[in-house]
Structure formats: C-alpha cells, structure tokens
C-alpha cells in the first residue's frame, strides 16, 4: 500500500502532444504549485539507455541498467528536474533517437517503479501539478484532481510540427495506450477536457474551474 501524498497533487494525463505541458506549467504557476513533468523522467532514461548503448528493447538489460544508475530528481525553479549519475540530459530530451526509444524504456516495470517513487516523492513535500499518461490512474490513483486533456491526431500532429520535432506521436500513442503496465488510459473519476479548439488559458480556466466546483478557492492572481 502506497502512503497517501502529503500534499495537493493536480494530475494532468493526455496522449502526446495535447498541449498537456503548456497546460499543467501554467496551471503550475498560477496556482504556486511545483511543476512536475513525468514524461521528461522517462525520456532522460531513455536518453540514458541510449548512452550506455543498452539496447532499448531488451527489458532485462533496461532493468539490469536502472538498477545501478543513481536517479536523482530535484527542483529548478519551480519544476522537476532529473539527473543520472550527476549528467543532466534536459537539452537531448526532444532528440528522435530519445521519441524512437522512450516508449519500449517506459513500458519496462522497473523503470516505472524507480520513477514512481519519485514522483510521489515530489508530492510528500510539495503541491504539484504533475504531467504523465498514468498520473491519475496509478501514481496517484488517490487524488480528487484528475485531468485527461485530449485533442484529434490532426491537431496533435500540427502541434509537434509546429514544435520542430520529428515525432511519430501515432505510433507512441499506440505503444502507450496498448502496453501491460500502467497503460495510457483515461482515469474513471478524471475530468476530460478536448483541447481541440481551445487555447492555453482556455484549458487552464477549465480545469481551475472545475477545481473550484470541486471546493477549491479561488487562486490567487499571479502575472
Ligand atoms: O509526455 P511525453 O510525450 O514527453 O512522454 C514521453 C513518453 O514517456 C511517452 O511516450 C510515454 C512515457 N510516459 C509514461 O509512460 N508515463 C508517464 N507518466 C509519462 C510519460
């Protein structure tokens, strides 16, 4: 049994590219919560994997891999950060090498495990909003603040373009949502909002104002 986070968790769960990070970093400041970003954990082992030149899709080696890295993860001016023996990956994880990778590294239990822990460490000390495809269903199945933002595989496809990365967001999804363990699903009790034909700020007023529904306060306004 997992001891209940100590602190206010948002969970924001999504396929990629919804426009998931832009959201939860501002919501993040808004509300004066950490910003915690679950999908740059896997990259950075996955980048990891990469430099050992551990092949990706054998699981044993993976687990063997993890198993002696010392994972660390911190904050940086109000958001997650990770470091594996002491190298900080943060500028290689959009590299194609890392997308090609990331989904075969985070599908293997151990490495969910590790960074599992982690996670919940950042909320025993910490309010956060906190990004991923499981955060609502297994990291923190306890909280009442689940979000699930979608929108359709065109928009989602401009939007990476439109970010510069080479990315085949169609077949990660399907990795994703299709794996054993903690697959990307949308939670029972998450809220679900298609960010099709919304901005930024249109998503954020949503998702605060169904905090609100939920017997939040009103935030304080922060510029
Ligand atoms: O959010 P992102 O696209 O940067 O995430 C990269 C990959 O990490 C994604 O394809 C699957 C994995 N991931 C995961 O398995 N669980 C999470 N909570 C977050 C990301």
Redo the contacts with the bound molecule.
């Keep these: 049994m997992m001891a209940p986070a100590a602190q206010r968790v948002v969970a924001i769960d999504g396929p990629?590219a919804s426009g998931k990070?832009s959201v939860a970093r501002e919501l993040a400041r808004k509300l004066g919560f950490v910003y915690v970003?679950?999908?740059?954990m896997?990259?950075a082992i996955a980048w990891f994997v990469l430099d050992r030149g551990t092949d990706f899709h054998d699981a044993a080696a993976v687990t063997r891999l993890v198993e002696t890295a010392r994972i660390e993860c911190d904050l940086e001016g109000g958001e997650s950060r990770i470091q594996i023996d002491g190298v900080d990956p943060a500028s290689h994880l959009r590299d194609v090498r890392v997308n090609e990778a990331?989904?075969p590294v985070?599908s293997v239990p151990r490495v969910r495990e590790l960074l599992g822990a982690q996670m919940r460490s950042y909320a025993s000390s910490h309010d956060v909003v906190m990004?991923?495809?499981?955060?609502g269903s297994v990291?923190f199945p306890e909280t009442p603040y689940k979000f699930y933002i979608d929108a359709s595989p065109e928009v989602r496809a401009k939007r990476r373009a439109a970010q510069g990365h080479a990315d085949q967001i169609a077949m990660?999804d399907q990795a994703?949502s299709s794996r054993k363990t903690?697959p990307l699903m949308i939670a029972e009790d998450a809220h679900v909002i298609d960010s099709s034909q919304l901005s930024i700020e249109g998503v954020v007023g949503q998702i605060v104002e169904r905090l609100r529904v939920q017997g939040w306060e009103a935030p304080p306004p922060r510029v």
Aim: glycine fraction near 10%.
């Design positions: 990629a990070s970003n679950s999908g740059a896997y990259r990331v989904s985070s990004e991923g495809r499981d955060i990291v990660r994703d903690a």
